[in-house]
């Protein structure tokens, strides 16, 4: 019986001992080769795609346009279904590779329509009066769509939860590499939409759509092998069931209490650790004295004991799940104001581009595509990351104290800030573009291009590019580290979301200033022709708008409470709780 327990206790010690091999830095090739190869493919199968429908496929403009805003609007939405299931049911892993599996059988399918005459109306003249897709053609296109949107899903939510998680939170000296990680993830994505940007975005204009979708699918191929080769080596949690089920017991609990009186002893509350363990590996979240409301759902009453009901009492640990969400709504609101800046890029920066001089010098034939100036705005990402990963965050840890050198909070301000400043400089150049444009006596002619180089516009592009170093990333710190531990690819897809509303606040925004500003003669401040129009007031509202945004940012940075974790592996060591950033 002896040798038995001792084999036993072998068998377990061997299987420890494995599981602490798997994760860490030697997984990081196979996960930096799946975003490399997916973004590689998403970007160049997107960027390019209005003129494809609208070339190859003959669809209005307003038509294609609507139809890839409502693609790229599912595929904003996905996320939360992809963190569901992964947090729910399947694990993030699995999540990634049926996604990404999803994601190639669109990319395929739409590939195949491309290279097949049968799939695509008769080529024209653009003088011809040119037949439009059939239905059936169309619904191979429509059903490709949808395929890869289903496909972003799980990607979108799961792939940086995952390699985040192949670092263990309890060692402090994988702790720090988690935070490179999500620089250098971040860097590794800059560069494929750099590479998709240009040399996809130029097979498809110059060599056909064939080849040009072809590289993409290809790409996204290597993903899903390169991904699935590192299986063996992955730390894989499992999933713990849905954490949308445990919030609203907690609110259904606490509801259902709302006329207890609040205990005076918090130790008095509901703890049961077994029943906790797996949505916890790394540690418990302990009480807080924020939204005391809901603690009522952890008060034990007298049929508790007799029958217990989880939605009828929750654990302190589920509480303060649901408190760790609502306390980090209001950041992720702060967030959507930045994306609404930056995708101005892509439409009013992209139409004063088009009215520059886009040559590279007077003597040169050559021109910059107007859509090719998000080039400054990737470039200046990837230097920026390049210098705070290796130059500042060495400075400012041995001024903080702290391994990632700026919390998240800071990091995300600074990127706020520098997206102010992007937007006061858009509106700048505008004014001086349109004074050129008096000089010239070219007001009346919005076809014609002004004297003036292209090159003023890089200032603004490349400071968006700067903030989003600061803010995307540090949104993604944020989400990762602050979210209950049980629903961080839930937290992932938030970040999604924050995209998402950001491109509809722009939207509005348009709408509401198209509206507002018409004066005689149908005249307004965003005219077809922009050197009659008042552009510049639209950049600098939307700089009011940021102004405001980063005061409601630092008073909630302020006062946020960091997730009170106590790891499992420190239990003596006391939990601090802290409101400043």
């Not at 995307?472 to 970040?495: C, K, N, V």
Request: net charge positive; charged share 15%.
């Amino acid at each position: 019986m002896s040798e038995e327990m001792e084999g036993g206790e072998q068998k377990g010690d061997h299987a420890l001992q494995d599981e602490k091999r798997k994760g860490g830095i030697r997984t990081m090739p196979f996960i930096f080769a799946n975003e490399i190869s997916e973004k590689l493919a998403v970007v160049g199968f997107q960027a390019n795609m209005i003129s494809y429908l609208t070339l190859q496929l003959h669809m209005p403009l307003a038509k294609a346009a609507t139809t890839l805003t409502n693609f790229g609007g599912t595929a904003s939405l996905t996320p939360l279904i992809g963190a569901f299931f992964a947090d729910a049911y399947i694990g993030r892993f699995w999540a990634v590779t049926i996604s990404s599996i999803i994601y190639q059988i669109g990319m395929v399918s739409l590939t195949v329509s491309a290279i097949m005459p049968q799939f695509r109306p008769a080529p024209c003249s653009p003088y011809q009066n040119c037949k439009e897709a059939s239905a059936w053609q169309l619904a191979v296109l429509y059903v490709s769509l949808l395929l890869t949107a289903l496909g972003a899903g799980g990607i979108r939510a799961c792939v940086v939860a995952f390699g985040a998680d192949q670092f263990d939170e309890s060692d402090p000296k994988e702790k720090t590499k988690t935070w490179n990680f999500f620089n250098w993830y971040y860097f590794c994505m800059g560069v494929s939409m750099l590479l998709a940007v240009t040399v996809v975005v130029y097979i498809q204009d110059n060599v056909g759509w064939g080849l040009g979708l072809g590289i993409p699918t290809l790409a996204m191929a290597i993903s899903v092998v390169s991904f699935v080769a590192g299986y063996r080596m992955y730390r894989r949690l499992e999933p713990s069931g849905s954490p949308f089920t445990r919030l609203a017991q907690v609110v259904v609990a606490a509801v259902r209490k709302r006329k207890l009186p609040m205990v005076s002893d918090p130790s008095c509350l509901y703890v049961n650790e077994e029943m906790d363990a797996p949505i916890s590996l790394s540690g418990k979240l302990v009480h807080t004295k924020q939204l005391r409301f809901l603690d009522k759902a952890a008060i034990i009453t007298e049929e508790d004991q007799r029958q217990p009901n989880s939605w009828r009492l929750s654990t302190v640990h589920r509480v303060e799940e649901l408190k760790s969400v609502i306390r980090m709504a209001p950041i992720w609101a702060a967030g959507i104001l930045v994306i609404t800046a930056s995708t101005q890029q892509n439409t009013f920066s992209l139409q004063q581009a088009r009215t520059m001089d886009r040559r590279f010098s007077p003597a040169s034939s050559f021109q910059i595509p107007p859509g090719s100036m998000t080039v400054f705005t990737m470039l200046a990402m990837l230097v920026t990351i390049t210098l705070y990963d290796r130059a500042l965050i060495p400075l400012a840890r041995r001024a903080t104290g702290l391994d990632r050198g700026i919390s998240f909070l800071h990091r995300m301000g600074i990127g706020f800030a520098i997206s102010t400043l992007a937007t006061l400089v858009a509106g700048l150049v505008e004014v001086r573009r349109k004074e050129a444009a008096a000089t010239a006596g070219l007001l009346d002619n919005p076809s014609a291009i002004v004297p003036i180089s292209v090159f003023w516009l890089v200032p603004q592009y490349a400071l968006h590019g700067a903030a989003e170093a600061f803010t995307s990333i540090g949104h993604l710190e944020f989400f990762y580290d602050q979210a209950p531990e049980s629903m961080r690819s839930t937290a992932t897809a938030l970040f999604w979301m924050s995209i998402s509303m950001g491109s509809y606040v722009s939207t509005m925004l348009v709408s509401v200033v198209h509206h507002y500003s018409a004066g005689p003669g149908g005249s307004n401040w965003l005219p077809d022709n922009l050197n009659r129009g008042r552009l510049e007031y639209f950049y600098w509202i939307i700089t009011l708008l940021q102004l405001l945004n980063l005061v409601y940012y630092a008073i909630c940075a302020k006062f946020y409470t960091y997730k009170p974790l106590q790891l499992r592996q420190r239990k003596e060591e006391a939990v601090e709780l802290s409101s400043k950033v």
